[in-house]
């Protein structure tokens, strides 16, 4: 295994495997432009290894350029092909081959075709190191394969996670887990923070609270917990990105959780769309979100309870605590619908034993 930024990925391709396709690659594009100088056009940044060991196998007369394009960030594709390096001069009347180092969804080559359209080229032809056939979706043909691979991140030979991994000789897969990633719901009282404990430990799941990361931030005065502090000191809210960079670094810290439970955030639909967004930049998501529901009156004898022993002052305060619990409804009312629109929220009955509690969220866990 290796460890790139926050993400694990496992052997995948040899080298050897490699270049042995790229030789073959090279002898049947050879057999067609024998008895002519093809121009030969790699796609950078990820095809600069492919280039340089093709054109090492290639045994005829050839020329090489390049155009640079981009699509992804992170481990998705953005779906906007940027063109950052145009096509080479004096092109007219020769025959094109694009040399990629992958193709995927097809995106970045319907950019390239076009590219090529414009052009008066004798002809041009697509040659590709990895291509992924069950997710390409484009209508245009791949006149040259090295290797036919599953819909799998990868990186080295030249292809990167966030511009680490392309000098690595082999090829690595991104090492995915089932991830469980849950936003727990519950009024002051229901039990979240007990249900949090066994969940995490069953899952090996990241309890990430909200107001625990807060607290940890501002106490420790970090660059964000004092960013945060400055908000909080005027009597404004938090801008939600300073929320969600400080998650983000709980997320970051924690790469071999199988998890992650998310408690106190989001608090409204803009959250949870950021959230959503977040999520997905770490080719992650929401997996579902469980709300713990308690009839108002007994969770008030609980909160009573345990402001006894806690001696918090609005665990103790009848008036307080109703008026928390109608906070409580305001705010999730648009969450739940938010959830309910994407298939993923569960309400689960959080009266009588922490077992018992624990045996119905688990139900609703395994069923995911």
Do not use: P, Q
């Given at each position: 295994m290796i460890r790139l930024h926050d993400k694990l990925f496992k052997p995948f391709l040899t080298e050897k495997q490699i270049l042995e396709a790229i030789q073959r690659m090279a002898q049947e594009i050879a057999v067609d432009y024998k008895d002519e100088s093809p121009i030969f056009v790699?796609?950078?940044?990820?095809?600069?290894?492919?280039?340089?060991?093709?054109?090492k196998a290639y045994p005829h007369p050839c020329e090489v350029s390049f155009v640079k394009l981009s699509s992804y960030h992170g481990l998705t594709s953005t779906g906007i092909v940027e063109t950052l390096l145009d096509v080479p001069d004096n092109i007219e009347g020769r025959s094109i081959i694009i040399l990629e180092d992958i193709i995927d969804t097809g995106r970045t080559l319907q950019k390239l075709v076009h590219i090529f359209r414009n052009t008066k080229v004798k002809e041009f032809k697509i040659a590709s190191l990895f291509y992924k056939s069950e997710v390409y979706n484009g209508e245009y043909a791949i006149d040259y394969v090295g290797l036919e691979i599953p819909d799998k991140f990868i990186v080295g030979y030249g292809l990167d996670y966030k511009e680490l991994g392309r000098n690595l000789r082999e090829v690595y897969q991104l090492n995915q887990k089932h991830m469980i990633n849950l936003v727990l719901f519950g009024k002051p009282g229901a039990g979240k923070g007990t249900q949090a404990q066994f969940l995490k430990e069953k899952y090996n799941l990241k309890h990430i609270s909200t107001g625990d990361v807060f607290r940890y931030n501002i106490k420790n005065g970090?660059?964000?917990?004092?960013?945060?502090?400055?908000?909080?000191?005027?009597g404004d809210l938090v801008p939600d990105e300073v929320t969600i960079k400080m998650l983000e670094d709980e997320v970051d810290k924690n790469p071999d959780a199988d998890g992650f439970i998310f408690d106190g955030f989001p608090r409204t639909t803009t959250q949870a769309e950021a959230l959503d967004n977040f999520l997905e930049s770490k080719d992650m998501k929401v997996d579902a979100t469980?709300?713990?529901?308690?009839?108002?009156?007994?969770l008030i004898e609980r909160l009573l309870e345990r402001g006894k022993v806690s001696g918090r002052s609005d665990d103790q305060?009848?008036?307080k605590i109703r008026n928390r619990f109608d906070e409580y409804n305001s705010k999730t009312a648009p969450l739940k619908e938010y959830?309910?629109?994407?298939?993923?929220?569960?309400?689960?009955?959080?009266?009588?034993?922490?077992?018992?509690?624990?045996?119905?969220?688990?139900?609703v866990i395994d069923s995911l």
């Open positions: 790699g796609v950078l940044n990820g095809a600069f290894m492919f280039v340089s060991d093709f054109l970090t660059e964000l917990g004092t960013l945060a502090k400055s908000y909080i000191d005027k469980i709300a713990l529901e308690a009839n108002d009156e007994i305060d009848v008036t959830y309910e629109d994407r298939k993923k929220f569960h309400s689960v009955n959080g009266i009588g034993t922490i077992e018992e509690i624990t045996e119905r969220l688990t139900k």
